[in-house]
């Protein structure tokens, strides 16, 4: 049986004499999307980062496709096939909409610095497929006639929109999100959750941390649970809105 995509195991993260993750173990299959959710505090973000490579963990192994993360830089990871978007949007806000996407191309050009730097005929060669790579991940979000605009003229979330685009720029085969339906309506959400599915259907894992419920039910194949940093509960959907640990954690024991 093949591993899958994204193997953590026993993850254990401290701060000092704060322990922000326990023992966190879960998987991600290609094509799966999988939700991480947990009351504020519980360690979603901290996971991510772990996996991302911002924070080393204590113990335990994070794979990528089998091969161990451990002391890899998060450039690495990148060029490896994890990408992650972030709570807040982090945009150039005086790059165009295309150039934005452009900047995160920049993992697969294959021609050296150099040859950049003196144009030669196989870097602008280069140059050309990778705009023309960006136009058609804007074309995939939604954004393709947004391309020439200033990526400060798009709309909230549109903004994320465009952080996702320029992850699959990077065309990872792993992808976080972190909290990618935070301020939409509940039509930008039913849009987000189609663009999801697609992103799935060419083979993509999908790790997403929200706080919408509604949202996560929907979308996902598989939910974690966390509380204090611990894992409480792994499930489908349905498992997960019957567990009385979850509703417990969230409503508190006295709901």
Same mark, same amino acid.
């Given at each position: 049986m093949a591993e899958p995509l994204l193997v953590v195991d026993k993850l254990e993260k401290r701060f000092g004499g704060v322990r922000a993750l326990h023992e966190v173990s879960f998987t =991600?299959?290609?094509?799966? =999307?999988?939700? #991480?959710?947990?009351?504020?505090?519980?360690?979603?973000?901290?996971?991510?980062?772990? !996996?991302?490579?911002?924070f080393p963990p204590n113990s335990g192994e994070i794979r990528l496709g089998g091969k161990p993360l451990s002391g890899m830089a998060i450039s690495s990871r990148v060029c490896l096939g994890l990408a992650r978007t972030f709570q807040t949007t982090s945009l150039f806000p005086d790059f165009k909409v295309l150039d934005q996407v452009l900047a995160a191309c920049h993992t697969r050009f294959q021609k050296s610095p150099v040859s950049a730097v003196l144009r030669r005929i196989g870097s602008r060669r280069e140059s050309r497929e990778q705009e023309a790579r960006a136009g058609k991940v804007l074309e995939f979000v939604g954004l393709g006639c947004r391309a020439n605009e200033a990526a400060s003229s798009l709309s909230s979330s549109e903004q994320r929109?465009?952080? !996702?685009?320029?992850? #699959?720029?990077?065309?990872?085969?792993?992808?976080? #999100?972190?909290?990618?339906?935070?301020?939409?309506v509940a039509q930008e959400r039913k849009e987000l959750a189609r663009l999801i599915k697609r992103i799935c259907e060419r083979g993509i894992g999908v790790l997403v941390i929200e706080h919408h419920m509604g949202?996560?039910?929907? !979308?996902?194949?598989?939910?974690?649970? #966390?509380?204090?940093?611990?894992?409480i509960a792994e499930g489908t959907p349905s498992e997960i809105g019957?567990?009385?640990? =979850? !509703?417990d954690a969230y409503l508190g024991k006295a709901h």
């Open positions: =991600v299959d290609p094509g799966q =999307v999988v939700g #991480l959710i947990g009351p504020n505090g519980s360690g979603k973000s901290t996971s991510v980062n772990v !996996i991302a490579g911002v929109l465009l952080m !996702i685009a320029s992850a #699959l720029a990077s065309e990872p085969r792993l992808l976080m #999100l972190d909290e990618p339906a935070a301020g939409m949202f996560i039910m929907e !979308i996902c194949e598989k939910i974690i649970v #966390l509380d204090f940093g611990e894992k019957r567990n009385q640990a =979850v !509703i």
